[in-house]
């Protein structure tokens, strides 16, 4: 091969690579049990607050949105601010990665009142959070929550590469993360397919953590009142890719 044809190959890969990572937001699976629509951009806000599977494709569609440079910054004015003057309905809780990349009103292109968040580095969580995503469910009564990774997570990663002797208080994040970072270096991929696989791996470990956390979550995810999935934002293409696992293994998907 000459060296222009093997650029052109290259290049090749390249587009075939970028078209995939753009069409991998849905499996084509969580699409059919969702209902998404192709080409459909908005979901009702109230609709949303009652059905949590709803709630999933009113989030699906502003990240639509936010990728094809169609973002509508609802409900971002002053009057909206005074319209929660009085209360919040928000239709999720995102449990998300500090990460200054990865802001979740922007990247599902929601407004004020619409989202309920608790971040931490590495989505990591602990009492303090838990009582928060609690509060959400029984005081808010929000019924969809997703847990948000991200690619090039720096919590993960650090996860991965285990330094020796972390300052102050970053080793517990990193203690938290360490079983899903050592399952994923155990499967020996290649070295560019660890960070990515951990990350995927460290949010399917806390959506089953929340699905089992005694006493409030386990009892509404049970009795099917609230919806606990996994996602990761793909920071280089604004893609939030549903992670299929934790929506098939939903219980009303077998039904
Ligand atoms: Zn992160």
Request: hydrophobic share 40%.
């Amino acid at each position: 091969m000459t060296s222009s044809k093997f650029i052109y190959f290259l290049l090749g890969v390249f587009f075939i690579y970028s078209f995939e990572t753009q069409a991998q937001q849905l499996s084509p699976e969580v699409a059919r049990f969702l209902k998404v629509e192709p080409d459909t951009y908005f979901a009702d806000r109230d609709t949303a607050f009652g059905d949590p599977y709803y709630g999933l494709k009113k989030l699906i569609y502003g990240n639509r949105r936010f990728t094809d440079d169609k973002s509508t910054r609802p409900r971002q004015t002053d009057s909206h601010l005074m319209d929660n003057k009085s209360g919040q309905a928000p239709f999720a809780t995102i449990v998300g990665c500090a990460d200054s990349r990865v802001p979740s009103e922007i990247i599902f292109d929601q407004g004020v009142g619409d989202l309920f968040i608790t971040r931490t580095a590495g989505q990591v969580m602990a009492e303090a959070s838990f009582g928060t995503i609690e509060f959400s469910v029984e005081a808010l009564k929000t019924k969809l929550i997703v847990v948000l990774g991200h690619e090039s997570c720096g919590a993960v990663d650090a996860a991965i590469k285990l330094p020796a002797n972390p300052p102050g208080h970053i080793v517990t994040l990193i203690n938290s993360i360490k079983p899903a970072a050592l399952r994923v270096k155990a499967m020996n991929l290649p070295e560019n397919q660890v960070l990515s696989a951990a990350v995927r791996e460290n949010v399917i470990e806390q959506v089953n953590m929340l699905r089992g956390l005694e006493p409030v979550l386990s009892r509404r995810y049970q009795s099917e009142e609230v919806v606990i999935v996994g996602a990761v934002y793909d920071i280089s293409t604004g893609n939030v890719n549903f992670i299929e696992e934790t929506i098939i293994s939903l219980p009303r998907y077998s039904k």
